[in-house]
T-cell receptor, first 112, second 114 residues
Framework: GQQVMQIPQYQHVQEGEDFTTYCNSS?????IQWYKQRPGGHPVFLIQ?????EVKKQKRLTFQFGEAKKNSSLHITATQTTDVGTYFC????????????FGKGTHLIIQP | DSGVTQTPKHLITATGQRVTLRCSPR?????VYWYQQSLDQGLQFLIQ???????AKGNILERFSAQQFPDLHSELNLSSLELGDSALYFC?????????????FGNGTRLTVT
């Protein structure tokens, strides 16, 4: 089945540096969602992007949806230790199935 | 707090055994989803129920089954357990059955098969 490709798998940054994770799909998406999972926690919904070229901001987090609605990115400015965790993008499963298909996630590791 | 309740938090059992994981969705949510999370496979969709009916199946093994009851809580049954079934099992719920509603995840059940 379809699966959105997410890169990088791991990202080590120094605290204060920026961080970006990317998702790519082979198909045009109706929408894309982003989740964050803290170590030992459960995935928590961050945002949903629906429109072509859409950009949404949440404080230091910037989410973008590509013009062709086949890719998306999450950028964090000036990372803090509280940003540690795994960031997942997720696309509608499609093919008659509801729910979401998740990318494998990007593990963000921050060195103080 | 997501409002989704999963029990138990931890489960340790032996190979060949059978276990039941329980999930209560957020109040008002009719859709329940089960996901399996292991280190190398990420979040794998297992099965979805909507208002008591099976809606979609993902990579769910034949040894696994689930159901959603009239009060909307759901149970995931895992039988003939193997070492490879050790994983974190998440339940999630959403308002609508379609894939454009955010999912609200429970804290998960960590299953260890020895």
């Amino acid at each position: 089945g379809q699966q959105v490709m997410q890169i990088p798998q791991y990202q080590h940054v120094q605290e204060g540096e920026d961080f970006t994770t990317y998702c790519n799909s082979s198909t045009t998406l109706s929408n894309i969602q982003w989740y964050k999972q803290r170590p030992g926690g459960h995935p928590v919904f961050l945002i949903q992007l629906v429109k072509s070229g859409e950009v949404k901001k949440q404080k230091r987090l910037t989410f973008q949806f590509g013009e062709a609605k086949k890719n998306s990115s999450l950028h964090i400015t000036a990372t803090q230790t509280t940003d540690v965790g795994t960031y997942f993008c997720a696309e509608p499963s499609g093919g008659g199935a509801d729910g979401l298909t998740f990318g494998k996630g990007t593990h963000l590791i921050i060195q103080p | 707090d997501s409002g989704v309740t999963q029990t138990p938090k931890h489960l340790i059992t032996a190979t060949g055994q059978r276990v039941t994981l329980r999930c209560s969705p957020r109040s008002g949510d009719l859709s329940v989803y089960w996901y399996q999370q292991s280190l190398d496979q990420g979040l794998q969709f297992l099965i979805q129920y909507y208002n008591g009916e099976e809606r979609a199946k993902g990579n769910i093994l034949e040894r696994f089954s689930a159901q959603q009851f009239p009060d909307l809580h759901s149970e995931l049954n895992l039988s003939s357990l193997e070492l490879g079934d050790s994983a974190l099992y998440f339940c999630a719920s959403s308002v609508a059955p379609v894939g454009d509603s955010p999912l609200h995840f429970g804290n998960g059940t960590r299953l260890t098969v020895t």
